[in-house]
């Protein structure tokens, strides 16, 4: 029990009570985590970083996961200058990283053996490490408010609010077995996943519930590659999905039965209300690997062929969700002078694109279109 002091006023029959550790012992409780600010990282350009993966944008720093082979960490960009300004270790690669409602930064890491989050708190500049164990195949996204994360091995789903993951779950569901759900959407309080193994999008009617409510389905196998003919794909691969003003917006690879990109790339537009499939838009770069919206824009990373295939013609394009079109290309791989493997925009005029030379170096790039 904690020790108090009691000083008492004479002849005005009051007392004052303090904690005894506030006026006797200096002694405080250690800081949480471990420190960002003692790294030979620091104060290097961000061209340095030759492993990146995720990235993520807060308070103006641009925050890249760096699966260093013997320093991996998250490091913290300033944008103005280019240099880092804080780099936070975590124990094994980090490879995605999303942002709490609060501003903290949540990261998933793994080595294909072991997987683990750590959390980031940019005010404090400390990482607390191994907040929860994970699987050795992770995805993450941050989506109204919430962070969800993606187990593609088990197909489970978990949503949680707040800075603690495995705290404050809002959503914990199975997308099916070998479903290897890839991202999710929330609009009108349905939950919208997408599937990559498998031809339907997964629709929970109940966003808020532990459960997600009843399930419901789209059917979107009738665009599975054909090619070649006689051998067609098992599942559409679906890579992102996201929602507005009323609309589903679910890109596809449709990669063939060997994974390669022969067909071109869809993004299929869905009323939500009716759950009628509207219309399609032909994605300019096959195999769409990563999107972000800002805005109103959802912008599409697609690598053409694949990562190391040396023929740099994919590139990042933009599709308009409030008009349902596409609006033109961000930049290309021959501009990168690489494959583009995630893009994330951080202003309406540019942004940064990582891209690949040669596994396992990936550089980060700024875009200004």
Known sequence: ?????????????????????????????????VSGLDSPWIGKSIDSLSNAGGLAFVDGK?????????????????????????????????????????????????????????????ATKRVRQDVLPFGTDPGISSEDGKVFLFNHTTGSVTGFTGNTPGANVVLDVQAGAGSNPYAIAIAGGKAYIARYNLGSLLILNDASAIGGGTRDSIDLSAYVSHAPIDTPAVAPRMSAVTAFGGYVFVALQRLNIHYSALDTSLVVVINASTKAIEKTIPLTYRNPVSAEVRGGVWYIAGEQGGQGDGNHNGGVEKIDLASRTHAGTVTTEAFLGGDVSSYLPTSSSGGYAVYGIGWPNYKVKKVSP
């Not at 020790?3 to 949480?32: H, Q, Y």
């Not at 270790?89 to 942002?99: F, S």
Request: charged fraction near 15%.
């Open 62 to 122: 641009l925050y890249v996961a760096n699966g260093h082979a013997t320093t991996p960490g998250v490091a913290a960009v300033d944008t103005a200058t280019g240099l880092i300004t804080a780099y936070y270790p975590t124990p094994i690669a980090p490879v995605g990283l999303a942002v709490t409602a609060s501003g903290k930064v949540v990261v998933t890491e793994t080595d294909y053996a072991n997987g683990a989050i750590s959390v980031i708190d940019p």
């Open 1 to 33: 029990m904690q020790n108090k002091l009691i000083i008492r006023l004479a002849g005005a029959g009051l007392a004052l009570t303090f904690a005894a550790c506030d006026l006797l012992d200096d002694k405080k409780s250690p800081p949480e985590g």
